[in-house]
C-alpha cells in the first residue's frame, strides 16, 4: 500500500500563499511520529500551540526534512536535544509563515499532528 504524502501551504517566491504536496519519495523516507509536541520541544518557554492548517511553510530542503525527522526520533528517547518551539510571524487571513522550524512542521504534517508549539515574538 502506498502512503499518501502530505498537502500544506507554503510561501512562493512571489508572496503568493499555495498547497504543496511532499514527494513520495521524502515521505517515505520519514518515521511517523507520535502527536505528543512534549517528546521533541522544549516547552519551557512561552508558546502558543498553533493549528496545522494555520501554518504557512516558508521554504523545503529535503535533506533538512529527513535530518529534522531523525533527530526528533532521537529527541523522543531522551531529554536531550529537544528543540524550540517554531518560530513564526503573522501572514494575515489568520495564517502564520514559519520564519525557523519548518523542516520540523513538514514532519508534523507527515505525522498529521493537530498544532504545533509556536513563539509568536
Avoid at 502530505?6 to 511517523?32: C, F, M
Avoid at 517528546?39 to 502558543?48: N, T, V
Avoid at 536535544?81 to 503573522?90: D, E, F, I, Y
Wanted: include cysteine; aromatic fraction near 6%; proline fraction near 4%.
Amino acid at each position: 500500500m502506498t502512503k499518501m504524502s502530505a498537502r500544506y501551504l507554503t510561501l512562493r517566491s512571489d508572496g503568493a500563499v499555495w498547497e504543496t504536496e511532499l514527494s513520495q519519495e521524502i515521505a517515505a523516507a520519514l518515521a511517523t511520529l507520535p502527536d505528543d509536541p512534549s517528546l521533541y520541544f522544549d516547552l519551557g518557554e512561552a508558546h502558543l500551540f498553533i493549528p496545522l492548517d494555520q501554518l504557512v511553510n516558508a521554504r523545503m530542503r529535503e535533506r533538512g526534512i529527513v535530518n529534522a525527522n531523525r533527530h526528533m526520533q532521537t529527541a523522543s528517547k531522551c531529554n536531550q536535544g529537544k528543540r524550540k518551539p517554531l518560530t513564526v510571524r503573522a501572514l494575515g487571513n489568520g495564517l502564520w509563515l514559519v520564519v525557523d522550524g519548518n523542516s520540523t512542521l513538514i514532519n508534523a504534517r507527515h505525522s498529521n499532528w493537530r498544532a504545533v508549539p509556536c513563539n509568536t515574538g
